[in-house]
């Protein structure tokens, strides 16, 4: 085996981290365009583990001293049946499966070669998974074949605007907590995982949003609105209180305007968890100041000499 450079090795975990992030929104999408059933909720988890392979690929990258990117890699978006989506996710592992085979045969460091066997496994199981989901939509398109195809309900256009902004608000929220996340881990573990954990919250309140527009047959976005990425722990979390400041003020605006009472419902029930992020992450904040401040006081001062007077005369 020639041996990797640090870089090359950031390089190409980079890249799988962009693939993995491709996967998640692929997935989703697919999951939240069927619309509720056992089929989504099965696609739904195989994306949640590919946060996982995000998050693991992330981690080793700041480990090795690089940058984790929030960079999509090809995201399949073509297709119109659910057995051709399906078709599309069995390809994205068959791509996964390659690149990851690939890589073990350069990678060297054991323990990183544990973490891509684990989730090449993975990408395997997934693999099957998508290919007995292909025949199993394809029976379901056949027993469909000649009922009636229910309408999509028509939406109001600040309804659609208010689901529209929440998508590319709440993969925003995702990214920046995940990053944030990634960054800390090796600093603050307490942060890092709280993050971790409200990233996933915010992935739920994607799919609430982006399962509202597929429902009225409408397509979500996938873009994402901007994403803030500081260097210190502080910084953080000060632009994720303000962030979830700016959030919960605007689902209340749009609450003012919106129409459905059902999509006004969900809307708000992530503008309530979004009250409950704020005052996490202020939490967080006054904690990190407290720990920041208890370190300062306890710290000897260097130009102090350790003995005084008194000492000496104790020392009589
Ligand atoms: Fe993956
Ligand atoms: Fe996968
Ligand atoms: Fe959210
Ligand atoms: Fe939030």
Redesign the pocket.
Known sequence: MAKLSNAELIRMLQAAAK??HA?IIQYLRHAYLMGEGELACEIEGIAR??MR??WMLSRWIVKLGGEPTITRGFTDLDGVTVPDWMRRDVAAEDR?IAMYTNYLTKIEDPDLRADIEH?LA??ER?NGDFTHFVEKAEAELLAEAGSEEEMAEIIAAIDEEALNWGVGHEYAALLQYLMHSFKLHQTDEEVSSQLEMQAINEMQHFGWFGEGLADHGKEMPLEHHGVTLPAKMREMLEADVQLEQETSAMYAEYLTRMENEELKGVVDDARGQELYHESLFSRLLKRADDLAEKEASETPKPSRPSWTIGTLKKGE
């Open positions: 693939d993995e996967a583990e590919e392979h995000f996964a989730i993975d990408e997934h």
